[in-house]
């Protein structure tokens, strides 16, 4: 972590218990070395990242320098406080800039956090139990995807709102490297059966005849009493 930064998300936008994307970038682009994962709302958190990102190209062209992490952990806050929760986004913001790496979390609330290690979203559990387990100053770069492949797969196992590819931004100075998909981890399995029917399996009548409720005779009745 000393000279670079590591950024994975898992891939998957979901609608209760409908499967809306099987390919969603949650890897939001904010600055050229800042990046931002995002959980929660999908649409949330891709708007205000992209605003987040606007903003800090008007600073970088007012200023003339290169955006610092803090600048847009700054605007990132204050702009979820504002609606005090209400904006479902739960970030992870990560980049490095003139004063090294920087890693925090951004809770849809406004509320904060820099750590060595983060975890957000309905997986972010299972990762931190892989985190705890295997984190240590000085990783080497491999080192570090491999422990985070292994949190983000203990998401995607053990919690069925997480999907089951994993991407990979690694920020370096000077440069950033992106890598999609890193790795999948639960592949669509082949359909086994068959289930297209033949045509007129169901019959289907040639006109509409309303039955009027009087024709109708009750042949059963029952009685519920609620409590």
């Known amino acids: 972590r000393s000279k670079q930064w590591y950024q994975?998300?898992?891939?998957g936008a979901t609608g209760g218990s409908i499967v809306c994307d099987l390919n969603c970038e949650k890897i939001h682009y904010i600055a050229d070395n800042i990046y931002c994962c995002g959980a929660g709302t999908a649409a949330d958190t891709?708007?205000?990242?992209?605003?987040i990102?606007?903003?800090?190209?008007?600073?970088?062209?007012?200023?003339?320098?290169?955006?610092r992490v803090v600048s847009a952990l700054r605007m990132l806050k204050q702009y979820l406080f504002r609606y005090q929760g209400h904006i479902s986004a739960a970030l992870v913001l990560g980049g490095v800039d003139v004063n090294?790496?920087?890693?925090y979390t951004v809770y849809p609330h406004g509320s904060?956090?820099?750590?060595?290690?983060?975890?957000?979203?309905?997986?972010?559990?299972a990762a931190m139990s892989v985190f705890e387990d295997g984190y240590k100053m000085d990783m080497s770069e491999e080192e570090?995807?491999?422990?985070?492949?292994?949190?983000?797969?203990?998401?995607?196992?053990n919690d069925l709102g997480s999907g089951s590819n994993v991407d990979v931004t690694v920020i370096r100075k000077g440069n950033v490297e992106i890598f999609r998909p890193y790795k999948v981890v639960c592949k669509k399995s082949e359909r086994k059966g068959d289930y297209t029917f033949p045509v007129g399996t169901t019959v289907v009548t040639s006109s509409t005849e309303m039955v009027p409720f009087s024709a109708l005779n009750v042949t059963d009745e029952e009685v519920m009493e609620i409590s």
């Open 112 to 125: 904060t956090d820099k750590l060595p290690y983060v975890t957000m979203g309905s997986g972010s559990l």
């Open 53 to 67: 990102s606007s903003k800090m190209e008007l600073l970088k062209l007012r200023t003339g320098r290169e955006g």
């Open 144 to 157: 570090a995807k491999e422990l985070v492949a292994n949190a983000i797969r203990a998401g995607i196992v």
């Open 8 to 11: 994975r998300r898992v891939r």
């Open 46 to 51: 891709e708007f205000t990242t992209k605003m």
């Open 100 to 103: 090294g790496p920087a890693l």
